[in-house]
């Protein structure tokens, strides 16, 4: 079975300073990883995937994530946090791609401030 | 760029009455999900469907739920009998099958009151 664990439900950090979100998945298969952002009362958006290319991923909004088989981690970077990029992060594994179901970690709430 | 869309965006329904949450997926997509998530916890697999039958379901997905395609366009949640717990967002997604690594696109989502 797979599973996703998400350490730190609540980040904060300074507008300018790293963010760096968390995530560790469980998998008996090569893993397909995602993180998607999820903006208040909108949907799940996707920001970005690795699905056994390059194990570092770039995405949208200037966010990247590097995929380490050994540590089993999907973290989330960026280096310089912007007010807009509060939200809450849901890191997702799924074993076949875009056919099979996600599942999800419970979410981290990233707040910025000034 | 293409869009999955929801309606009603929010519903309130009495307790043992049945709603039907609606998704329009995108339109070149095959596969299609909804999941669910309870206020406060993690977003949960419901169900996938493809070629007009379920693919996969979770132990959520008992007898009091049903979807259907409709038509071409539409993709439906039923709910027969609503039970307090199933208040939450119900988000539905879709998928282009003919690339393996695409991922799921998800609609904003509908919020069900139980009332």
């Known amino acids: 079975a797979q599973s996703v664990t998400q350490l730190g439900s609540h980040v904060s950090v300074s507008e300018g300073a790293l963010v760096l979100l968390r995530c560790n998945y469980s998998?008996?298969?090569?893993?397909?990883l995602f993180w998607y952002v999820q903006y208040p009362n909108q949907g799940l958006q996707l920001l970005l995937k690795?699905?056994?290319?390059?194990?570092l991923v770039k995405g949208i909004n200037g966010f990247e994530a590097e995929f380490k088989k050994s540590e089993t981690s999907f973290h989330l970077t960026k280096p310089s946090a912007h007010m807009s990029d509060a939200a809450e992060y849901f890191c997702?594994?799924?074993?076949?791609?875009?056919?099979?179901?996600?599942?999800f970690g419970a979410g981290t709430r990233l707040a910025v401030h000034p | 760029e293409p869009e999955v869309t929801q309606t009603p965006s929010h519903q309130v329904t009495q307790m043992g009455q049945e709603v039907i949450l609606r998704c329009v997926p995108i339109?070149?997509?095959?596969?299609f999900y909804w999941y669910r998530q309870i206020l406060g916890q993690k977003v949960e697999f419901l169900v996938s469907?493809?070629?007009?039958?379920?693919?996969?379901k979770s132990e959520i997905f008992d007898d009091q739920f049903s979807v259907e395609r409709p038509d071409g366009s539409n993709f439906t949640l039923k709910i027969r009998s609503t039970k307090l717990e199933d208040s939450a967002m119900y988000f539905c997604?879709?998928?282009?099958?003919?690339?393996?690594?695409?991922?799921?696109?998800f609609g904003d989502g509908t919020r069900l009151s139980i009332l």
């Open positions: 690795y699905t056994s290319a390059a194990t």
């Open positions: 469907f493809y070629n007009n039958e379920i693919s996969e």
């Open positions: 997702a594994v799924s074993d076949r791609g875009g056919y099979n179901k996600l599942i």
């Open positions: 997604a879709s998928s282009d099958a003919t690339v393996q690594d695409q991922p799921q696109h």
């Open positions: 998998s008996s298969v090569p893993p397909y």
């Open positions: 339109s070149n997509h095959l596969y």
